[in-house]
């Protein structure tokens, strides 16, 4: 039987040993998940199957009454072809944002990982990771390209900034992580709830997210134990300002995420005044924002991100 621990600092040894094990076991059984349990766009997907064809004028791409825009009088008012087109155009639009934040995310992984020591249990499940972030982002392309719609991703002057991302990590990994949550679980919010809004879905659009869905669970834990394990043990100063920028980089992330596509807009001539309504001056869609990084403020509440100074700027994003 193991003694007790005869003082503070040997107990907070043992806890920091037993801490560690527990979070090396949770990295590899993700490893193994990935082995175990993994899709490849060109083996999984029956692209060419006449069930999974896209037509952009398939009312299944129309969006639902429950939708903000879908049940704004304007979009109710539009032919069903203008409707389904809308529908398919935004969804692409998001794919094509994802795989974009995809690639940042492959590239900061990589840089990660170049600096693991030997036997870093972090170093196969990274790996593991990136590969998976290359299917999707296969996925997400040939998705887009067979809309054969002139869909563009993040804003120029945006997508310009982005390129600091994959450098974050030579900086500070617990930042990493949380820019890597403040991508995914928009997403995976977004696309949970689309599955679950009691439409008929087509079945292209359907097996992308279910695969997109079971892989970034793996993804978004491994990033969400990276910070339990990590942010307890920084350096106050340090813990201090990834308090400070966390909430900015998520409230800007949540919106990049869920904000209406520009090109939709124009291409579609939607009126200012809908995309007010719909966007920009509704408290459901300023409550989207705030649901969508949810789990992630409660993580940093968790692990000591949260003081009044902090919260304020949770606040003044509108998260
Ligand atoms: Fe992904
Ligand atoms: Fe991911």
Not at 89 to 100: D, E, P, S, Y
Not at 136 to 154: I, L, S
Not at 209 to 235: D, G, K, Q
């Amino acid at each position: 039987m193991a003694s007790a621990p005869s003082s503070t600092a040997a107990r907070e040894r043992d806890e920091t040993v037993a801490d560690r094990s527990a979070y090396e076991a949770v990295i590899h059984r993700l490893s193994k998940a990935s082995v175990d349990k993994h899709w490849e766009p060109y083996k999984d997907i029956p692209w060419d199957d006449p069930e999974f064809l896209v037509d952009p004028a398939d009312s299944r791409w129309e969006l639902p009454e429950v939708d903000r825009l879908g049940g704004h009088p304007w979009y109710r008012s539009r032919s069903p072809e203008t409707r389904a087109r809308i529908g398919l155009f935004r969804v692409a639009t998001a794919m094509k944002i994802g795989l974009q934040f995809e690639n940042l995310l492959k590239r900061g992984l990589l840089n990660y990982a170049y600096r693991l020591p030997n036997g870093s249990p972090e170093f196969r499940y990274v790996y593991h990771e990136t590969i998976e972030e290359g299917h999707h982002g296969m996925m997400f392309q040939e998705f887009v390209n067979r809309t054969k719609m002139p869909v563009r991703g993040m804003p120029g002057p945006l997508s310009v900034i982005a390129q600091v991302a994959p450098w974050i990590p030579l900086i500070s990994t617990e930042l990493f992580f949380v820019f890597v949550l403040g991508g995914e679980d928009p997403i995976d919010h977004v696309q949970r709830k689309v599955l679950k809004d009691g439409q008929v879905h087509h079945p292209l659009e359907e097996t992308i997210m279910r695969i997109h869905i079971a892989e970034e669970a793996r993804h978004i834990s491994f990033a969400r134990h990276y910070l339990r394990n990590r942010v307890p043990r920084m350096p106050r100063y340090r813990r201090l300002m990834l308090g400070i920028i966390s909430p900015i980089i998520l409230g800007i992330m949540a919106r990049i995420m869920l904000a209406p596509p520009g090109p939709m807009i124009s291409r579609f001539k939607i009126p200012r005044n809908v995309v007010a309504e719909v966007y920009l001056h509704n408290a459901a869609a300023k409550q989207e924002i705030r649901d969508s990084v949810g789990k992630t403020r409660e993580l940093c509440e968790q692990v000591g991100l949260m003081n009044p100074l902090t919260r304020r700027i949770w606040k003044a994003m509108g998260i």
